[in-house]
């Protein structure tokens, strides 16, 4: 199962105007791996999110995933293929409580009428309850509205998201930025739990510290291209910071797909 | 949503009105001897008088639960009142507005003053979530034109002798049975269905919403059309109990629903807002109105203690909001 391929990139490219936000991006991840996205401001980390879960749409270049070309048209559709994200800004709704936040568009209806379907809170309750045990994160109560509860709590409820629908790629946009260190230690057991499962995961994140603990390979990003993929088991803070900063020169030799 | 907060903020506003209702209460006996209360004619007229205001003060109110805002009402229902008289004209009258049109059956008129109402709120929604110009520009445009396009259209003249089908919808407390009624169904729309879901959604955090798949200009087309729709209504209601429709009709309801919406707990921030909330904040404002009216105190002086209230209602929604942002980082 180990090089099943679940997600690749080939020439992934993504122009804002002129500006080119993503070039040429090769990349790759296969079931069971976690892969760390490291890169400086504007590197293009993000911008490389939002083109595999749907959120935007590249200017040019493919993208497989699970063995098929997706041309993912909404996050609705990446996220019915299968990729589910927590979304570096803690997409979450304040005024909406857990259930509502975790099945935010995709809403458990009792039976179809479009926009006026009638909303099945008890499935929908269950289902959170559900997700939320699997990640191992406590509640106290889940009809509190987000707004209410601490940063820590709120990005568990992003994440049990993934937890709760069946996921074939989680992709974590910086998910501890916002948090403190015991939230934050939290969330990295979550992920350790996912590896167990054997939940392939794409994890953008600034904390080197956190990055080289938790994932197989890391995959620095500047300027718009994947100028290395590391070993994390192999490298360490100096040399993923060289990458970064662009020291270790040869960027264009050293971009290869994995 | 937690029960609980739902409960007590509704608990607050209801206070709010049993305060003003026991303060004229108190007034009435010792100014004019006489209870403000307990006098049933004076009740139904107070709930008659908020019913067309409270029809479109629903529509508003989940526009601005979207964080959006409506302005257009108004002249939205001086236009469809307009539009559908002109359907519901008997015969034999002697200002015939179509020639060859009369006593059609009275679901037409109606069905065609909701329908222009919609078209209005369609054009506000699409504008609004297609070219991402704040929702003040568009309807504030709509409600210069509504009003210029219901002068227009019969010339600046009223349209009258309607049929009397057509006068049944606005006899009686007809008009409080359909706003109670309009206040059940969205009521209903907006705590138990996808599109409440999505219509709080959209007002509370715009970008989670959109990333979490929900197509937010449809949506937001789909909650601006309905709120016309409901201008429409009210103005069908409006001209039915009228007898006639004419071109001034509704001017500063469009103020008055977003009143009723704020005093009601809605927020002006989005994403938070109850329809309870709204026909309460319609009822409060109808008792002020009755109240003021019933001390025989000057219409001017009704307006200013009406601003003093909504912008307390104001100041109050600003404090929970920062209170709220500040909780949450």
């Not at chain 2, 009402?73 to 179509?98: E, K, R, T």
């Not at chain 2, 927020?267 to 001390?295: A, D, E, N, Q, Y």
Request: glycine fraction near 12%.
């Amino acid at each position: 199962m180990q090089n099943h391929v679940v997600l690749k990139t080939v020439g992934l490219t993504k122009l804002y105007g002129g500006v080119e936000a993503l070039l040429d991006v090769d990349f790759e991840i296969k079931s069971g791996e976690h892969i760390a996205i490291v890169g400086d401001n504007g590197a293009g980390k993000s911008t490389f999110v939002r083109q595999i879960t749907g959120v935007e749409q590249p200017t040019s270049g493919e993208i497989y995933f699970d063995g098929a070309q997706q041309n993912f048209a909404s996050p609705i559709a990446a996220r019915k293929a299968g990729i589910e994200t927590v979304f570096q800004n803690l997409a979450l709704a304040d005024d909406l409580d857990v259930p509502a936040n975790i099945f935010l568009g995709r809403e458990e209806v009792y039976f179809n009428l479009g926009p006026f379907s009638f909303l099945n809170e008890k499935k929908m309750l269950a289902m959170s309850e559900e997700g939320l045990k699997r990640t191992a994160i406590k509640i106290p109560n889940l009809k509190n509205s987000i707004g209410n509860m601490s940063g820590g709590q709120r990005q568990c409820v992003a994440i049990s998201r993934t937890a709760t629908f069946a996921s074939k790629l989680i992709i974590m946009d910086e998910p501890t930025a916002a948090l403190g260190v015991q939230e934050t230690s939290q969330v990295e057991n979550i992920i350790r739990t996912l590896k167990e499962q054997g939940i392939p995961l794409i994890l953008v994140s600034h904390n080197l510290r956190q990055v080289l603990d938790l994932v197989d390979k890391i995959a620095v990003f500047r300027r718009g291209r994947i100028v290395s993929v590391l070993d994390a088991k192999k490298t360490d803070g100096n040399e993923i910071v060289s990458f970064i900063t662009g020291l270790e020169s040869g960027e264009h030799e050293n971009t290869t797909g994995i | 949503m937690t029960l609980n907060r739902n409960l007590s903020s509704d608990m607050n506003i209801l206070l709010v009105l049993f305060g003003i209702a026991a303060l004229f209460e108190i007034l009435g006996w010792l100014l004019m001897g006489q209870s403000f209360l307990f006098n049933t004619k004076r009740l139904t007229i107070i709930f008659l008088q908020v019913s067309i205001i409270g029809i479109i003060a629903v529509g508003v109110t989940q526009v601005i639960i979207t964080s959006g805002i409506d302005l257009s009402s108004g002249s939205v229902v001086a236009m469809s009142a307009m539009v559908a008289a002109s359907f519901a004209q008997a015969s034999g009258g002697f200002m015939m507005y179509f020639g060859g049109i009369s006593d059609l059956p009275v679901i037409i008129p109606i069905f065609i003053g909701i329908a222009v109402g919609c078209a209005a709120g369609w054009f506000n929604g699409a504008i609004t979530a297609y070219t991402g110009i704040p929702p003040f520009i568009p309807t504030l445009g709509m409600l210069v034109a509504a009003r210029g396009i219901a002068v227009l259209y019969n010339d600046g003249s009223p349209i009258i002798g309607l049929t009397e089908n057509f006068k049944f919808i606005g006899s009686g407390i007809m008009p409080v049975i359909i706003f109670i009624s309009v206040a059940f169904i969205f009521h209903i729309l907006l705590t138990r269905t996808v599109y409440g879901r999505r219509t709080y959604a959209i007002g509370s955090n715009e970008e989670a919403a959109r990333v979490s798949g929900i197509n937010i200009k449809s949506h937001k087309v789909l909650v601006y059309t309905l709120a016309g729709g409901l201008a429409g209504l009210a103005g069908v209601v409006m001209c039915a109990r009228a007898t006639l429709a004419q071109s001034g009709m509704g001017q500063m309801y469009e103020l008055d629903a977003i009143a009723a919406a704020v005093i009601g707990g809605t927020s002006l921030f989005g994403g938070r807002g109850r329809i309870t909330g709204t026909v309460i904040g319609v009822i409060i404002l109808g008792v002020i109105m009755s109240g003021f009216t019933f001390l025989r105190v000057d219409f001017y002086y009704q307006e200013i203690a009406k601003g003093l209230i909504i912008l307390s209602a104001v100041i109050v929604d600003q404090y929970r909001h920062n209170r709220s942002v500040s909780g949450a980082s």
